[in-house]
């Protein structure tokens, strides 16, 4: 039998990279169940891994399973922003320890030619671009991926190569599509996470999570996430954020850790954000990807720097103000995908005009409804490669 071998960073505990296989098995199950009489369905990433006590799937390691695929497999890379990364970035990603992480981001700020040593020490085994497989007689499918595609557009450079070893390939913004439009054919699409709306039930969804959690749907409440690296504000001026969404809703604000991965590291500083504000904070912490799905889908509006969350909020038509405009690929998402007010990014300072924003409720339902058909359409193109 074939392998339809999904690969991805799955190894990682990240809200938004683990979500997207977890879909795309339950779309493929409902929708094109035909292909597991053809296919084997593996989930691969770089390392072996076992994530599933936050409701996520093993991984098998992807060389092992590329050296043992028949005949006429196919790889199908799945989002995220793997177009152009690299394996150095991987080393930051790759300790649960946090002084460690701090240890090692500092050897690449002041030290990055003993960084990248390190890098290709620990990773001899891994591509110059690990997302980026080029597997001689197995084919490439890319999935609403982001990134941009940089060099030469030669046979030198491995991100080529992959593109060109493609059956299918969509991009999930237009910078993306944008930097390899000269050379291969990439339609654009939404992130197939949008898929969640007409995917997902409150029944399924109320059957993956804590029994105290499902009262949060009785509240009304704003949800506020950010990772240290990506914020780019200091305690005092999130803190005054915070302050106005809480004044303005009158309850607790949930702070919702996403990226649980090192260089995230959401949790450490929306823990220090709950001790200056113990009575105007809610913090949840060691969720599952449902659980996180949950707590986003029943709020009343979302504020944050992770891209899968303003995408699940967007799904769930949930208010959503991206923070940080410097934040490239979640300033290029919003603007192709969301309507207004939403579709701009904003800073800390802005987070009081946002609370008064006028919007309308009809037309945020009704794109969320158009991505999820969006996604339907793509999925059609994608499967009809296989």
């Keep these: 039998m074939k392998d339809l071998i999904i690969y991805g960073a799955f190894d990682r505990y990240n809200y938004g990279d683990n979500l997207m296989p977890l879909l795309f098995e339950l779309y493929l199950n409902r929708s094109y169940s035909h292909l597991l009489d053809e296919y084997h369905i593996k989930f691969a990433a770089i390392n072996k891994s076992d994530l599933s006590r936050y409701g996520c799937l093993k991984t098998e390691k992807f060389t092992s399973v590329v050296k043992s695929a028949n005949r006429g497999?196919?790889?199908?890379?799945?989002?995220g922003e793997v177009v152009g990364s690299t394996k150095e970035?991987?080393?930051?990603?790759?300790?649960?320890?946090?002084?460690?992480?701090?240890?090692v981001a500092r050897l690449k700020w002041d030290y990055p030619k003993i960084y990248n040593i390190v890098s290709r020490v620990l990773f001899h085994n891994v591509a110059?671009?690990?997302?980026?497989?080029?597997?001689?007689?197995i084919p490439n499918i890319f999935n609403t991926v982001g990134g941009r595609f940089v060099g030469e557009k030669n046979t030198e450079n491995q991100m080529y190569r992959s593109l060109k070893n493609s059956l299918f390939i969509s991009t999930r913004d237009k910078r993306t599509q944008g930097s390899m439009k000269s050379f291969v054919e990439a339609r654009i699409a939404p992130d197939s996470v949008f898929i969640i709306s007409s995917l997902i039930s409150d029944e399924f969804l109320c059957s993956k999570i804590q029994s105290e959690l499902i009262s949060l749907k009785n509240e009304q409440y704003a949800v506020f996430q950010c990772s240290p690296l990506k914020i780019q504000e200091d305690h005092q001026?999130?803190?005054?954020a915070i302050k106005l969404i809480y004044e303005k809703f009158g309850t607790k604000v949930v702070l919702l850790?996403?990226?649980y991965a090192s260089g995230h590291d959401d949790f450490d500083i929306l823990s220090e954000i709950h001790e200056l504000l113990p009575n105007e904070t809610r913090l949840l912490y060691q969720l599952t990807v449902w659980e996180i799905m949950y707590v986003i889908k029943q709020s009343s509006i979302f504020y944050g720097t992770s891209l899968h969350g303003i995408i699940t909020a967007m799904a769930f038509s949930v208010p959503h103000f991206a923070i940080n405009p410097s934040i490239e690929k979640l300033k290029a998402f919003i603007e192709d995908w969301t309507i207004a007010p939403f579709n701009k990014a904003i800073k800390l300072n802005e987070v009081k005009k946002t609370l008064y924003e006028a919007y309308d409720e009809d037309e945020l339902k009704?794109?969320?409804?158009r991505l999820s058909e969006l996604v339907n359409e793509h999925y059609t193109s994608l499967f009809s490669k296989l």
Aim: proline share 12%; with cysteine.
């Design 128 to 137: 110059p671009y690990p997302y980026m497989p080029c597997i001689k007689d």
């Design 366 to 369: 009704s794109n969320s409804t």
């Design 257 to 259: 850790p996403i990226g």
């Design 89 to 103: 970035s991987l080393l930051l990603h790759s300790f649960e320890n946090p002084l460690i992480y701090k240890i």
């Design 237 to 240: 001026a999130i803190s005054q």
């Design 73 to 79: 497999s196919v790889i199908v890379i799945i989002g």
